[in-house]
């Protein structure tokens, strides 16, 4: 690791501090993470899945991502709405997700939440303009005002699991923040 907090990777790139430490973080760092997303299903399955991150770690998550799409039909905003009492126990037998009847009962109330507002929106009104890339790990805040604002306008709306910290985590996830590293070798998507 250089003093700045990039991991140097076997193809000689360099990287933010945490996406050296297995295949799966830098195939998601180099691919997705900080790259902007939208459309309100993509955007539900990000927020879900930042929820059940909670107290876990994101390899965790990232590893059990497609059983996460499976099980949750797509995250379509929609089928999930529509989703029983029955899913909610096919959700908790379902060894391929974190099994956590609060984040479950969490991911089924959010759902119906998003499927009466406009997420896309919503969300992407509260990522900050023309903020430069950190130049450190340690400039990478944790929480932000912005975060802050964003989790609670979603608690006001009824969401669930959407703290500050699980906010912020959503919005560097979904390119609404560019928290990759001033020196990292992935390019600004602005």
């Known amino acids: ?18 996406a050296g430490g297995s295949p799966d973080y830098t195939a998601y760092h180099d691919d997705e993470w900080g790259r902007p997303v939208r459309g309100d299903d993509a955007l539900f399955e990000r927020l879900t899945l930042e929820a059940f991150q909670s107290g876990l770690s994101w390899i965790t998550i990232l590893r059990k991502r497609p059983a996460f799409r499976a099980a949750f039909d797509g995250f379509s905003i929609a089928k999930v709405a529509g989703y029983t009492e029955a899913d ?39 990522a ?8 450190t790990r340690s400039d990478v805040p944790a929480v932000t005002p912005e975060s802050t604002a964003m989790a609670k306008a979603l608690k006001k709306r009824g969401f669930k699991f959407v703290g500050p910290t699980t906010a912020y985590a959503l919005m560097q996830a979904t390119g609404m923040v560019d928290d990759h590293l001033t020196d990292c070798w992935v390019p600004v998507m602005r």
Do not use: Y
């Open 1 to 18: 690791m250089t003093g700045t907090g990039l991991v140097i990777g076997a193809d000689g790139q360099p990287r933010c501090f945490w």
């Open 128 to 135: 900050p303009a023309g903020r430069d890339r950190p130049r």
């Open 88 to 126: 909610a126990e096919r959700l908790m037998a379902d060894a391929g997700i974190v099994r956590n009847r609060m984040k479950i009962d969490a991911a089924l109330h959010n759902a119906r939440v998003a499927a009466e507002v406009d997420l896309t929106e919503l969300l992407w009104s509260f």
